[in-house]
Structure formats: structure tokens, C-alpha cells
């Protein structure tokens, strides 16, 4: 088709064109002072070629012709649409007919080019729906992921500080416990003394064995007396009248200086009860602690359990991110 399209057009395009040249011979021979005017002629803008541009124009678009065809139709198109339909020749005619199957041609591609873009306007804006519905659940996915690894970290870090507290409660039991031996020790070694004071220092007092002239040991022993009972929970008033009783021969005494003694005495008597029930109570004790042990260890073992779930629950919400 496109070799008959060519040979068709070259007799049409001598046709068209022939005036064209035959004006070029007569111009040459024309006088040089009308030059000027044929120039100033040649640059007034035609209408009808400025109105035909874009067809011509379309013609580039116009697949179904090659390069040759397309600028054999555009430069014999202005002559052959210039004359009117019935004063067309056969060539102009023909020329025509071929503009109009190749314009439409264009113009169908152009349509169809036109159709696919607007199809692929209309997947992109689809698949841009689409893509934008999937980053929003993609965001929310995240959010969530982050909420819950949050989460998981802060447990981790409550875990961490259960560990630590009972860490610490078990350091404090078992220096409790270690420090059992030490505090029986010196509950016994005061067993000892207060025995030893009431023997070496109360008694003699109470009998008032001391002579005239041991006054100052008396009152020295008196002195020393007092710093023990006050130890021991005399109450204040007890301790401002035991000195003067104290100093009383047992005959001497009155009933309020006797009943001093006697109250001195019940505070002792109170003092050494509860110095046995802790002795008596070693065993009780021993094995009170050592159960705190126990329960210490047990919970801090349960915290590290719970702590290495934490540590493993907290990766994996980081690995899910």
C-alpha cells in the first residue's frame, strides 16, 4: 500500500507543485526593484496554512506512512484542500482520499493510545488505592507491633526490678541467718553478766553487806546498779528512790524502800525470763531463718524465671517490627 501510496502521489505532487516552479521562473526574470515587494509578499502569515497546521502536524503522528509518504502528503495537502471539492483534479482528489485514510488512521491511533492511557491512568489510580489501603493496614500493623513491644519492654523492666528486690531479700536472709550464731552468742555471754550482777553486785546491795567504811564501794556498786537496771526497763521514778533504799540496812527500810527493791527485782526477774525464752528458742529460731532462706530463694528463682520470658517475649516483638 505503501509503495502505491508513492507512486500515486508523485504524479498528484508534480501537479500540485508545477505552478509553484513555473511562478519561480517568472519571477526570475521580473525587474530587481520588485524584490522587495515579493519578499514582504512571501512573509505575510497565510490563514489558510496557519488554520491547516494542525493536521499537518498530525500527519507525524501517522504510523501507517513512512517518513517519504508523510512529507510527500504535507506538502502536497495545502494545495489540494486550498481548491474547492468540485474543482479539484483527479491527483487532488486522490491525494485527499489518501489524507483522509491516514489522518483517520492517526486519528484511531490516537484514540487507541488515548484509551490505553486512560486505562493505565485508571490501574495506577486503582493500584494507588490499593497501595494506599495496604501502607495504612502496613502503619497499623506497626503501630501495634511497637504498642505491644513497648509493652513487653516494660514488663521486662518490672521483671527486672522483681529480680533485683528479691536479689536483695535474699542477701538480706541469709546475712540474717549467718548472723544467728553471733546474736546466740551474746544472748548467752548476757545470761552470763546478768547472773554475774546479781550475784556479785545486786545481792550484796539488797543485804546491805557492805560496812561503814566501804561506803564509797557501796555507792560506786549503787552507781553501777542503776546503769544495769535502766538497761533492763527500770522505770524513772524507781531508779531517782532505789539509791536511797539501797543505802538502808533491809531492817531499816520502810515500806516504800522496800517495795523498790522489790519492783527492781521484778524488772530483773523480767529481763532474765525473756534472755531464756530467746535461749530456749535457738532451735525455733534457727529454723524460722532458714526458711526465709528458702522462700528467698525459691522467689528469686521464679522472678528469673519470669524474667528470662519477658527477655524472650520482648526480642520477638522486636523481631517483628
Known amino acids: 500500500w505503501l509503495k502505491w501510496l508513492s507512486s500515486a502521489l508523485q504524479p498528484a505532487l508534480a501537479c500540485c507543485l508545477c505552478p509553484v516552479f513555473n511562478m519561480g521562473k517568472r519571477a526570475a526574470s521580473q525587474p530587481a526593484e520588485n524584490k522587495a515587494k515579493e519578499a514582504k509578499m512571501v512573509a505575510t502569515v497565510d490563514p489558510f496554512l496557519e488554520e491547516l497546521s494542525p493536521v499537518l502536524a498530525l500527519l507525524d503522528e501517522a504510523s501507517q506512512a513512512d517518513d517519504s509518504c508523510r512529507e510527500m502528503l504535507k506538502a502536497m495537502a495545502p494545495h489540494a484542500l486550498r481548491a474547492c471539492k468540485e474543482e479539484r483534479h483527479s491527483y487532488q482528489a486522490t491525494m485527499v482520499d489518501v489524507l483522509e485514510k491516514v489522518l483517520m488512521h492517526a ?5 487507541e493510545a488515548e484509551t490505553a492511557a486512560k486505562k493505565l491512568l485508571a490501574d495506577a489510580e486503582a493500584q494507588k488505592e490499593t497501595s494506599t489501603a495496604t501502607l495504612a493496614e502496613a502503619t497499623e500493623t506497626a503501630e501495634q507491633q511497637k504498642q505491644e513491644k513497648d509493652a513487653k519492654d516494660a514488663i521486662r523492666l518490672e521483671l527486672e526490678a522483681v529480680v533485683a528486690a528479691a536479689s536483695e531479700t535474699l ?9 544467728l550464731g553471733g546474736e546466740q552468742a551474746k544472748v548467752l555471754e548476757e545470761k552470763d553478766e546478768c547472773h554475774k550482777f546479781t550475784s556479785e553486785k545486786w545481792e550484796p546491795l ?27 526497763g527500770l522505770d524513772a521514778s524507781l531508779k531517782a528512790a532505789l539509791p536511797t533504799a539501797l543505802k538502808t540496812k533491809p531492817s531499816e527500810r520502810g515500806r516504800f524502800a522496800n517495795k523498790a527493791v522489790e519492783f527492781a527485782e ?29 522462700s528467698a530463694q525459691e522467689a528469686l528463682k521464679l522472678a528469673e524465671t519470669a524474667l528470662e520470658e519477658g527477655i524472650a517475649a520482648a526480642e520477638a516483638a522486636q523481631e517483628s517490627l
Open 107 to 111: 486519528k484511531a491511533e490516537r484514540e
Open 206 to 232: 539488797k543485804a546491805f553487806t557492805f560496812s561503814g567504811k566501804e561506803w564509797r564501794e557501796r555507792n560506786k556498786t549503787i552507781d553501777t546498779a542503776l546503769q544495769v537496771l535502766s538497761s533492763m
Open 266 to 294: 521484778v524488772v530483773m526477774s523480767r529481763h532474765l525470763q525473756g534472755i531464756a525464752d530467746k535461749v530456749s528458742n535457738f532451735d525455733q529460731e534457727a529454723a524460722s531463718r532458714a526458711q526465709a532462706v528458702a
Open 171 to 179: 542477701g538480706i536472709e541469709e546475712e540474717h541467718l549467718k548472723s
